[in-house]
């Protein structure tokens, strides 16, 4: 039986980044709605140097007396895996062990790692922060104090700040995504494909949009490609007609465990749980305490990583589609 108290806030990262992962520390530590037990913080490392592995190590240490947190560093996710399959009893499924400990970028293998943890500690409500966003909107409340309140909720007329619109397939069932969007830095993939032009972004969106004419997904991508980044809010509230919610800042309750087994070498991951959701018609519920997005300056840009990143891009769209 899975808990619909506590929450596990990850941070999935490829990079040192002390000042995020303190800053989504901090606000999970000062959260007044959880209990410190209800408090569970997991940092997923891929492709970190030891060096960088270790300022992070001295950076949670500071953190340990205030909640539970989980260091998984490369032998940490490898000795995690494999207790994993041998207690499921998947001990030669050499799929899962590569999938899951492969050690390259990938969508899907932190958000899973997560979920697997969030299993293994009994929660069922997961919370990712991406290493790049922040948290400086000036606001009493964080973005976190909006998705811990409203996620997994049934009855809303309790919430602290407003909610507007309507949800017109919300039926007393417990809300299943909360989240909210960036402002700040484009993503570098969001640049480069309008920079291209607007409508092969459009074309590009609309591959996992069947059946959507294509002057639509054109509103929507510059709304998403444009216009979200810029935009920012001085008030908190909820709001059920907003749709631009990014997976980096965003809550999950329940759903990030029913995603679908994937053929081949790709795995699901929380990309794909926006589509689950459309599919099901389950209610998403935004907020309006964005995050900032911020470009990390020692990122890689060259050619090849945009065009690999772009690839992989596709093909989520494209199993959004399927």
């Not at 410190?36 to 492709?47: G, R, T, W, Y």
């Not at 444009?226 to 329940?254: Q, T």
């Amino acid at each position: 039986m899975l808990s619909s108290t506590g929450v596990v806030v990850y941070v999935p990262t490829h990079r040192r980044a002390e000042k995020a992962i303190e800053g989504h520390l901090r606000n999970l530590v000062h959260n007044s709605t959880l209990t410190p037990s209800d408090k569970h913080f997991v940092l997923l490392e891929n492709l970190v140097s030891q060096e960088d592995s270790i300022a992070h190590a001295e950076l949670l240490k500071r953190w340990q007396k205030d909640i539970d947190i989980i260091h998984l560093d490369r032998r940490g996710q490898s000795y995690f895996i494999e207790r994993l399959l041998q207690k499921s009893g998947k001990v030669k499924d050499e799929r899962l062990r590569r999938i899951l400990l492969e050690n390259k970028f990938s969508y899907g293998r932190n958000p899973n790692l997560a979920y697997l943890v969030s299993a293994a500690l009994g929660i069922s409500k997961v919370i990712r922060r991406d290493s790049d966003v922040y948290n400086d909107t000036g606001m009493h409340y964080s973005a976190l104090d909006m998705e811990v309140e409203a996620l997994g909720r049934v009855d809303t007329s309790g919430l602290c700040y407003p909610i507007e619109g309507s949800c017109t397939n919300y039926h007393s069932e417990p809300i299943s995504i909360v989240g909210t969007g960036t402002f700040g830095d484009p993503t570098i993939d969001r640049r480069d494909l309008f920079e291209v032009s607007p409508i092969t972004a459009a074309k590009f969106q609309a591959l996992g949009r069947p059946g959507v004419p294509l002057n639509e997904v054109l509103e929507e991508a510059c709304e998403y490609l444009i216009d979200e980044p810029n935009e920012s809010f001085v008030s908190a509230y909820y709001d059920w007609s907003r749709k631009h919610i990014e997976m980096e800042c965003c809550g999950i309750f329940n759903l990030c465990f029913q995603l679908p087994e994937v053929p081949g070498p790709a795995i699901g991951c929380d990309y794909m749980v926006l589509d689950l959701a459309r599919s099901l018609q389950i209610p998403v519920l935004y907020h309006s305490v964005k995050l900032r997005h911020v470009h990390d300056p020692k990122r890689p840009l060259s050619v090849a990583g945009r065009a690999t990143y772009r690839r992989r891009d596709i093909q989520y769209i494209q199993m959004g589609h399927i």
